[in-house]
């Protein structure tokens, strides 16, 4: 994790600790600095970081106040850090069905970047929020980027293990989503019936220079999962 990273994730927990509401001001500028003992550029990233998630949001001549959204149960859907730092005091289990080492089928392989040649883990896992089913996952890393994953390892936090353990730095995310109907298999590991409706989300995670390194494919149980979207300015 970089330097603006560690700070502006110690910013968010400052804010969820003392549960600041919309609208609360931040120490300004120079306090931060010398508050996290970074330089200016860092705490502006760092800012800039907490903006683009929608946990704050900055007013010239004003300062820094904090921005939340109020409705319980509802995750941000455009997140790089994985569902469990997305989920505040709510609890997230797995049950993992499947992790291996094998070759990628052409379309992974593309998503990827890699040849079909090149290994990778697959991971195959049903998460649980609450105890309530929450979604069903397929996801493929790269092993020259994740040379290790076993059973414990994905039934908690994939994301906690390859930034702290590994030392890797997740930079960004494309995702594609689909509005669609279960298939069989679907709909059984979910709880529901065959061509009842799903949200189906395929997600190519990149390290800090860019390079893919997690292509995972996501189908959401329509009746457990909500999401908001926070943007910045207006539409056009």
């Known amino acids: 994790m970089l330097k603006y990273q560690q700070v502006a994730a110690e910013i968010e927990q400052y804010i969820n600790q003392y549960d600041l509401k919309q609208g609360n001001k931040l120490p300004v500028l120079e306090q931060l600095m010398s508050q996290y003992a970074v330089s200016k550029s860092t705490i502006t990233k760092a800012l800039e970081l907490l903006e683009r998630k929608g946990v704050i949001f900055q ?3 004003s300062g820094i106040f904090v921005r939340r959204h109020n409705r319980p149960g509802y995750m941000s859907l455009f997140s790089t850090q994985g569902f469990k730092s997305n989920l505040g005091d709510r ?7 499947d992790v291996s080492v094998t070759k990628p089928d052409a379309t992974v392989a593309q ?17 649980f929020v609450d105890g309530e089913v929450f979604c069903y996952e397929e996801s493929y890393y790269v092993k020259a980027i994740v040379p290790y994953l076993n059973r414990e390892i994905v039934a908690d936090s994939i994301f ?6 590994l030392g890797v730095t997740i930079g960004f995310s494309d995702m594609y989503m689909q509005v669609g109907r279960l ?9 529901l019936q065959t061509d009842e ?8 995670f990149h390290l800090s220079n860019g390079k893919p390194f997690d292509y995972s494919r ?19």
């Not at 609890?91 to 069905?97: F, I």
């Not at 998503?111 to 883990?121: E, K, P």
């Not at 906690?160 to 353990?165: I, R």
């Not at 996501?218 to 056009?236: D, K, L, R």
């Open 197 to 204: 409706p799903t949200l189906r989300i395929e997600t190519i």
């Open 59 to 61: 007013l010239r001549g």
């Open 160 to 165: 906690d293990y390859v930034q702290g353990a």
């Open 183 to 191: 298939t069989e298999t679907e709909a059984g590991y979910l709880g």
């Open 91 to 97: 609890v997230l289990t797995s049950d993992v069905l």
């Open 111 to 127: 998503n990827l970047g890699i040849d079909v040649t090149d290994d990778v883990y697959r991971v195959e896992r049903v998460r």
């Open 218 to 236: 996501i189908t959401y149980h329509y009746e457990h999962s909500q999401f908001v979207v926070q943007a910045n300015g207006p539409y056009m």
